[in-house]
């Protein structure tokens, strides 16, 4: 099982050192802890041993410090380089500082949805195998507590981590439906809860393990399928844009700007034709980014 983190992505004061800072925000915490309802349930899904008002207490310890970094550097800059007076030095500096501050708050409040989220991937991909492994094994005779064990120690990366949890409450006294319940709860990826609540419900009915298994996995695969056809249709428009920005708009667009640089008078300078070129590049780079993140995280 995965050992709770002794540290908050993106925050740059450790537990370790901000725990002791944190106990005396705790109340404050709970008072602004309605600006993101969420976070409780994105926090039990990621392997952060913290509640929503640790978390926030952590952040806004954090941010003050991204504050105070901020601000200093900013009306030291502004004071020595610039040369402003001490007094403007210092309100540029806290008023760039706020607004780092807002900036990471925000971030940080946002993060662990974030992590779930890529949890959760991790998750589809290697649930199909993970699944047809525990088929395998029950239809071989095995227990289904013996099949999970098996399961969590085969490598499967975060679904075998996650059967670990599942292994380690049951050694510690819980039932495997009460364990499986918990998982499903839990687990941040939205298959794998329907899978663990259609296992619990067929323990319940004392139906066939087996057959709730294929059916399971058969009902995921085709949801997969679906998936892929629908990211290849959309895949399609994408493709287009792309075309778009990589060929037309750079060709079509420094041709219109010869054109206004000799006709229409416009002076159209080297830069001018440099920032362009970069801009196109940087769309295309935006593009690629975000299609990326579209495909879906599928296992067959």
Known sequence: MNQPQQYVPLMIVPLGISKHITKYLVGISHRIGSI??????DLEQTDLRLNK?????????????????FASLIALLAFRVRHLDFMR???LGAAIGFGAFVLFFVLLLRYPKIIAGKKAEQIDRHLMFALKDLL????AGVSL?????????SGYGIVSDEFKKVAKNV?????????LERLAVESSSEYMRRTIWQVVNTLKAGASLKGALQNIISELAVTQHSKIKNYSQELNLWSLIYMLFAVAIPTIGSTMLVILSSFA??????????????????IQIALIGFVKTRRPAVSF
Request: with cysteine; hydrophobic share 55%; net charge neutral.
């Open 53 to 69: 008002a640790e978390y926030i207490a952590n952040a806004i310890v954090t941010c003050l410090s991204v504050f105070f970094i």
């Open 265 to 282: 008078g416009i002076g159209v300078s080297k830069g001018t034709f440099i920032v362009f070129i970069v801009f196109c590049f940087f």
């Open 171 to 179: 050694k510690t006294g819980m039932a495997l439906n009460t364990a």
């Open 89 to 91: 030095s210092i309100l």
């Open 145 to 153: 507590y013996n099949a999970i064990i098996n399961v969590a120690t």
């Open 36 to 41: 993101a309802p969420g976070l409780e349930y």
């Open 136 to 139: 395998l094994q029950i239809s």
